[in-house]
């Protein structure tokens, strides 16, 4: 009888190590900052929520706290920098996206916004020989566009506004539905 059980209870452990490490489409993952174990993501979730933040001494935020990760080089160096969005405290206008370069162990925000929602796309275009890139911002009485960054000095800023979809490659790919926490789809 105990052969059995433990049998359930390993395979439901394995199941929820293979969610929490859920590569997703485009090379994207997705994991929750609380189970971070490699250095990369600890690093990244220390840049995007130090550890001085009360974002981590609260339990019912930290521990739903979740990322999706798009490693890509953005400027031709040979370096992957760090595409990250949250959508798992998003309101009706979205969640955070940021845009990080490494320094070493450590991460250098180029980008930070709270109004985003995905499709994260990289443009063929560039600013100053960083990829531009463009995302999607609805919700909270916001008519529905898609905002493009280019890069100047040390960082991304808004570029255009744009109500049709910029031609790009998806990093991170519309991965919410609607519900009350997200937008209406146009």
């Known amino acids: 009888m105990f052969k059995?059980?433990?049998?359930?209870l390993l395979s439901?452990?394995?199941?929820?190590?293979?969610?929490?490490?859920t590569f997703a489409q485009n090379g994207q993952i997705k994991f929750k900052c609380k189970n971070a174990r490699t250095t990369i993501k600890?690093?990244?979730?220390?840049?995007i929520v130090p550890i001085t933040d009360t974002y981590r001494k609260d339990s019912v935020v930290w521990d739903a706290f979740e990322v999706t990760v798009r490693h890509i080089d953005l400027n031709g160096d040979g370096k992957n920098e760090e595409v990250v969005w949250e959508s798992s405290w998003a309101g009706t206008s979205g969640g955070s996206?940021?845009?990080?370069?490494?320094?070493?162990?450590?991460y250098r925000k180029t980008l930070e916004t709270d109004t985003t929602w995905s499709p994260i796309i990289l443009l063929k275009s560039k600013t100053k020989g960083w990829n531009d890139l463009a995302y999607y911002v609805t919700g909270g009485g916001v008519e529905p566009v898609f905002v493009t960054l280019g890069f100047k000095n040390s960082k991304y800023r808004w570029k255009a506004v744009n109500k049709e979809t910029p031609k790009g490659k998806i990093l991170i790919g519309r991965n919410w539905g609607n519900s009350v926490f997200g937008p209406i789809t146009p």
Not at 4 to 8: C, W, Y
Not at 12 to 21: P, R, S
Not at 97 to 106: A, M
Request: hydrophobic content about 50%.
């Open 12 to 21: 439901c452990l394995l199941a929820t190590l293979f969610i929490q490490e």
């Open 97 to 106: 996206l940021w845009v990080l370069s490494s320094t070493g162990r450590k």
């Open 4 to 8: 059995p059980f433990a049998l359930v």
């Open 42 to 47: 600890k690093s990244i979730c220390d840049t």
